[in-house]
T-cell receptor, first 112, second 115 residues
């Protein structure tokens, strides 16, 4: 069975400091990984997906199959980055039929 | 199109009652998903539709839960004989097929409280 683990429930960093939100997964096949974000009083929304290999709002994430990780990073945190972040996995690419498996989420707080 | 709409936003019911939630997806999205989220947890997959066909159901979806998408547009999720453990946020999401299948647009959710 596939599983997504986000070891930190809460992460607090100061503005301007680097941020790394950890995500580890277990899946025997070839996964597709995502980061979804939920800002205060807003809906859950896609932040980025590993196949896009792009930076969104300064965030990047690299899929490391050897370590089965997909950590989210940003070199300089901003106060508007404060939000709930969820790592998610799909066991299919381009037509998944099983929905996404989400981690429990990490609450990121950026202190001024 | 204002995105994914869910109704009602909040529902308080007594144990044993039936409840129904409605989801209106983005019109051009052919996939529709239902998730459940409880406090401190990430969203848990319940079921999904491609057009009007229900293609996948999680083991979390007991016999008391039923979902429909009769014309491939809006969907309903009904919970019969509610239990206190059903209290949760029920999230609906929609997506395109193909390469966009896992790029989900979520609704605001329907929060259920079972007394």
């Amino acid at each position: 069975a596939q599983r997504v683990t986000q070891p930190e429930k809460l992460l607090s960093v100061f503005k301007g400091a680097p941020v790394e939100l950890k995500c580890n997964y277990s899946y025997s096949g070839s996964p597709e990984l995502f980061w979804y974000v939920q800002y205060s009083r807003q809906r859950l929304q896609l932040l980025l997906r590993h196949i896009s290999r792009e930076s969104i709002k300064g965030f990047t994430a690299d899929l490391n199959k050897g370590e089965t990780s997909f950590h989210l990073k940003k070199p300089f945190a901003q106060e508007e980055d404060s939000a709930m972040y969820y790592c998610a996995l799909s066991s299919y690419s381009g037509g998944g039929a099983d929905g996404l498996t989400f981690g429990k989420g990490t609450h990121l707080i950026i202190q001024p | 199109d204002t995105g994914v709409s869910q109704d009602p936003r909040h529902k308080i019911t007594k144990r044993g009652q039936n409840v129904t939630f409605r989801c209106d997806p983005i019109s051009e999205h052919n996939r529709l998903y239902w998730y459940r989220q409880t406090l401190g947890q990430g969203p848990e997959f319940l079921t999904y539709f491609q057009n009007e066909a229900q293609l996948e159901k999680s083991r979390l979806l007991s016999d008391r839960f039923s979902a429909e998408r009769p014309k491939g547009s809006f969907s309903t999720l009904e919970i019969q004989r509610t239990e206190q453990g059903d209290s949760a946020m029920y999230l609906c999401a929609s997506s395109l097929g193909g390469a966009g299948a896992n790029v989900l647009t979520f609704g605001a959710g329907s929060r259920l409280t079972v007394l």
